[in-house]
């Protein structure tokens, strides 16, 4: 570039305009359909193939999360011990199969649902597809397993009860669900020393072999991938989900303020308050995510900027929605410096108290609007998180109109319609209040 | 094979671009070549105190969120021991949005009182939040400073004490952003739903008329190699005994680096390597253990830590640490165990390429180190890691005079 075509441009730029911009609320987001097929013993296979990377992702989801266990622990001490030796291997074995390849394969335990994913590069697929389903075939509970993990897990549990924020975390869903809900309980170290592998047993069979579930398989796809599915999982015992889980009602506890020491030497208190909130069917939902942004959602929310930008009080403050299929609640979750912990919690009322009695104005609402768009879009970058979408929809018993109107709501959610919704819900004195130092 | 242009502004500035269409996004990375090894020691912690700073507005744009987010976009940062990477991504029809704002705080930030008496707070909670009120939260405080005795990777990224940065000044502020944050110390990358000649005009008008600024010249004290073992004893208020124990290694450009980040697999990268398999499942010495090294640019260490199960006595569980390190050193490894750490790194490499956002920040750390490309030579570089040169590395690297060890004891 010559000299005077640089002068040209300095001439030209100024610095305190902003160029101009697309409002990314005006993009058409479409979500990638997925492909359905199923298996010969009629479970429902989801796939999106995509990618530039030779990887894939097989998720295989049973209906074996812990709202259907009898007894605290059996439901993720199942799911963990997956792993944990087949008739034919041991746990070694089993780690070896999949690490030799460079392969991970993981299983999480929520709620309603539990998981056995297997990522990799596509050309091991044939190495590991089989050792899954030994697993889901021929799991064993070893005794001494159980007891390695029963240590383990309990020495784990003793250090996390040393940290404010995991204990917190842990009564505030109690106060929210009651502690014999699903979403409430939690395990204490003699929930752990009550596992059998009876009960592991017992339950893999109600759960796993006999259970239901749906796969979800995304990346880079060989051609024959349905063949390779169907081989490994299309003749197995299982059924599929029709995705209507068992309602349990929760049991909220009355009282509703608690302040609790867990470290006297704390310099910092968690705190979290926390008020019921229906699931993703309410025709609320949609439109409480753009006021959840504002008050919460995002390092521009109303929340940081008080609580972390103005007055420096905590490195972060959030809020959020529980992302529960039955039911749900609104969070605010932050952990702050001691002698500061009750101004915070006042701030955090005052925030909900102008969102009640005033209406947002337009710039702030055009900015949540299009960072939500443009969030949204990032986040359909790649086959994994366009899945993880679809994922969540079809769970939840859902179907992509519920992405088309959230997209809705982000767009059109009016200022008085916010401001209605905060006067629905927003209220202090629906929240519980937790701070535990 | 990650493809990407290079060119060089009159400012000396480095622009690397790597175009994927397949995304809608575009993302622009901005990495300065200034981390924690770089500040004095008095004023530990100030390079991430400053990244803070760098959204408390520039000289011209009074909030660097709002327009970002009025414009879809997302962003982030974080600061290490190396360096400080300043990241965003937005949809590619706003990016010149990034180049406004990210040319504006290159030019000079605004220097705000407010900024910096907040930012102080902000990072005294975040001090707080990872370090005091967590159990073992100051563990790599004790650590560095017993493992390095000169070289500034002595202290945290967060800083030595909450002091320093209590104690910081605006003429500190100023003089930090003038040494280290211009030009000619930074790496631009553009990556995502971008076209070249589009990248290249818009870093000549934003960019472009930024003066050059002085290139700062490192010159760092070099840490000397350790004669003998190091050992410190701690007691603090935690449930469980915990061993830590590092040996130095090499620098992130050296061949054997290679062999060394291979070794850490080898004994701890996944439920069948050895130190889980063999202390945590069969011994039952410990509830869990992992074996990791820093990748820092200068020379890095190897790091051992395991928390004790209920009960041992801790010179045992250190006894059996050292003994798998003399199986390793005796017996060296199988084949077969050499080619599993190496698929391990390939498809870890794989699923790291896919988003854009780590690509660019790839491409931005690679060029720091001194050629982007270096990041499409990995793989070759972690093939030619022989089971010769691991046995060889492991009896150098776990030479008892090269060990820093720590017990952590629960004084419960």
Same mark, same amino acid.
């Given at each position: 570039? +010559? ?20 409002? &990314? ?41 812990? %709202? ?48 056995? +994913? ?95 579930? &749906? ?38 506890? %009355? ?63 959030? +809020? ?7 039911? +749900?609640?609104?969070?605010? %979750?932050?952990? &702050? ?68 109107? %959230? ?31 | 094979?990650i ?15 790597h ?10 990375n ?59 991504? $937005? ?17 000079? $930030? ?48 967060? /800083? ?29 990358v553009?990556a /995502? ?26 010159? $760092? ?12 004893? @701690? ?26 980040? $291979? ?6 990268? /996944? ?60 017996? /060296? ?16 490499m794989?699923?790291e390429d896919?988003? @854009?956002m780590n690509r660019a920040a790839s491409i931005a750390m690679y060029e720091?180190?001194?050629?982007a490309?270096l990041m499409n030579?990995e ?16 009896? @150098? ?16």
């Open positions: 570039m +010559s000299t005077t075509i640089q002068n040209k441009i300095n001439q030209t730029i100024n610095r305190k305009i902003a160029p101009p911009i697309v409002d &990314a609320v005006n993009f058409n987001l479409i979500l990638k359909p997925y492909k359905q097929f199923n298996l010969d013993n009629g479970i429902p296979v989801y796939t999106i193939n995509a990618g530039a990377q030779d990887v894939i992702q097989i998720e295989l989801v049973f209906f074996a999360g812990n %709202s259907y266990e009898e007894q605290k622990g059996i439901a993720a001490t199942t799911n963990f011990m997956l792993k944990n030796g087949t008739k034919n291997k041991t746990a070694l074995q089993i780690n070896e199969a999949f690490e030799y390849y460079g392969s991970y394969c993981t299983r999480a335990c929520y709620n309603e649902t539990s998981t056995l +994913s297997l990522h990799t590069l596509t050309k091991q697929l044939d190495h590991l597809l089989p050792v899954m389903t030994e697993m889901l075939t021929d799991s064993i509970f070893p005794e001494q397993e159980l007891d390695i993990y029963k240590q383990n897990s309990k020495q784990r549990l003793a250090v996390n009860l040393q940290k404010a924020e995991f204990v917190a975390g842990r009564l505030i869903d109690s106060y929210l669900y009651g502690d014999t809900h699903p979403y409430g309980k939690y395990t204490n170290a003699e929930d752990i020393d009550a596992i059998t592998t009876d009960a592991l047993k017992a339950f893999y069979k109600n759960y796993y072999l006999q259970g239901r579930a &749906a796969l979800f398989v995304s990346g880079n796809l060989p051609v024959d991938i349905e063949k390779k599915l169907n081989d490994a999982f299309g003749k197995l015992a299982l059924s599929a989900p029709d995705y209507k889980n068992p309602f349990i009602a929760a049991t909220p506890v %009355s009282e509703t303020k608690f302040r609790i020491q867990n470290d006297a030497a704390a310099v910092q208190g968690a705190i979290r308050l926390a008020s019921p909130f229906p699931n993703r069917h309410h025709p609320d939902f949609k439109k409480v995510m753009v006021l959840n942004n504002i008050f919460g959602g995002f390092f521009g929310s109303r929340l940081m900027a008080n609580i972390r930008e103005d007055k420096g009080y905590t490195y972060g403050i959030h +809020s959020y929605l529980h992302n529960h299929i039955q039911q +749900s609640a609104w969070v605010v %979750s932050t952990e &702050a410096g001691k002698d500061v912990c009750e101004v915070t919690i006042e701030e955090v009322y005052r925030e909900m108290k102008i969102l009640r009695e005033e209406l947002v104005d337009e710039e702030e609402l055009l900015l949540v609007r299009n960072y939500m768009m443009g969030s949204i879009l990032g986040d359909l970058d790649g086959p994994f998180h366009i899945m993880a979408k679809w994922k969540n929809i079809i769970l939840n018993n859902l179907d992509e109109n519920y992405f088309y109107e %959230s997209v809705k709501a982000i767009r059109e959610t009016s200022a008085e319609e916010l401001k209605a919704l905060a006067n629905e819900y927003l209220l202090p004195e629906k929240f519980y209040e937790l701070v535990v130092y | 094979m493809h990407f242009d290079r060119f060089v502004l009159a400012n000396g500035l480095r622009v690397l671009v175009q994927d269409v397949s995304t809608p996004m575009a993302v622009v901005v990495l300065y070549d200034v981390g924690a090894r770089d500040e004095d020691p008095a004023k530990t912690g100030f390079a991430h105190f400053f990244e803070h700073l760098m959204f408390g507005g520039s000289i011209n744009i009074p909030v660097y969120d709002d327009p970002l987010q009025l414009a879809g976009g997302e962003n982030n940062a974080y600061t290490t021991n190396d360096l400080t990477n300043y990241y965003c991504q $937005l949809p590619a029809e706003n990016i010149e949005t990034a180049f406004w704002l990210e040319s504006d705080r290159m030019l000079s $930030l605004a220097f705000s009182k407010k900024s910096l008496e907040v930012q102080r707070k902000v990072v005294s909670e975040e001090f707080k939040e990872h370090y005091i009120n967590k159990p073992y939260g100051d563990v790599w405080h004790k650590m560095r400073e017993l493992v390095y005795t000169t070289h500034p990777y002595k202290w945290m990224t967060i /800083g030595k004490e909450l002091k320093h940065i209590e104690n910081a000044t605006l003429e500190d502020v100023k003089a930090f952003f003038y040494k280290h944050y211009n030009p000619a110390n930074a790496i631009l553009v /995502g739903n971008v076209e070249l000649q589009q990248v290249k005009n818009l870093a000549e008008k934003w960019f472009g008329p930024i003066p050059s600024g002085e290139k700062y010249n490192r010159n $760092l004290p070099q840490e000397p190699v350790q004669t003998a073992p190091r050992f410190l004893e @701690v007691k603090a208020n935690v449930p469980l005994d915990a061993l830590f124990k590092c040996w130095h290694i090499y620098p992130r450009t050296d061949d054997r680096y290679y062999t060394a980040d $291979l070794i850490s697999d080898i004994l701890s990268g /996944g439920a069948s390597s050895r130190l889980y398999q063999n202390l945590v499942k069969e011994k039952q010495l410990f509830s869990s253990i992992d074996c990791s090294h820093m990748g820092s640019t200068d020379a890095g260490i190897m790091v051992i830590e395991g928390k004790l199960v209920k009960g041992v006595n801790i010179k045992d569980a250190d006894a059996a640490v050292m003994e798998e390190l003399k199986k390793l050193q005796q017996e /060296g490894i199988a084949a077969s165990e050499l080619e599993k750490v190496k698929n391990k790194t390939e498809s870890a794989a699923f896919m988003t @854009v720091l180190l001194g050629d490309d030579k793989l070759e570089k972690y093939k030619a890691v022989t089971t010769e040169k691991i046995a060889e590395q492991c009896k @150098v690297i776990f030479n008892e005079n090269n060990c820093s060890t720590m017990y952590y004891l629960s004084s419960n």
